[in-house]
């Protein structure tokens, strides 16, 4: 599987975006796939996740109603619609996926677990 980010930007605050992340060699049924972000000097935080097969979802405390992931089957793409921006949500956003199959529960949040990386979409704030 490969993954293909896109849709960063710069933006105001209080502004939306929509990342995209698309996979292609391979179907993600039995993937989960993430969100992370990282900020320059600061470490990759995890952001939101969800698990292909049946769409449960996860958000961090930080971005929990202004952040929303999706998916699309037909387009083996994961979206992450972001909302009411703020400049602390200025980083580079990476996706990224595991294979989940054999796991119950809601996706991981450690990005450790997840073995293919997309390249990174950059997102700016202004205040």
């Known amino acids: 599987v490969q993954l293909q980010a896109s849709g960063g930007g710069l933006v105001q605050a209080g502004g939306s975006l929509r990342l995209s992340c698309a996979a292609s060699g391979g179907t993600l049924s039995n993937y989960c796939m993430g969100w992370f972000r990282q900020a320059p000097g600061k470490e990759r935080t995890f952001v939101a996740a969800?698990?292909?097969?049946?769409?449960?979802?996860i958000h961090a405390d930080s971005v929990k109603g202004r952040f929303t992931i999706s998916r699309d089957n037909a387009k083996n793409t994961v979206y992450l619609q972001m909302d009411s921006l703020k400049p602390e949500d200025t980083a580079v956003y990476h996706c990224?996926?595991?294979?989940?199959?054999?796991?119950?529960?809601?996706?991981?949040?450690?990005?450790?677990?997840?073995?293919?990386w997309g390249q990174g979409t950059l997102v700016t704030v202004s205040s």
């Open positions: 969800i698990r292909w097969r049946g769409g449960s979802t």
């Open positions: 990224a996926v595991y294979h989940c199959a054999a796991s119950l529960g809601p996706p991981g949040r450690d990005p450790t677990i997840y073995s293919v």
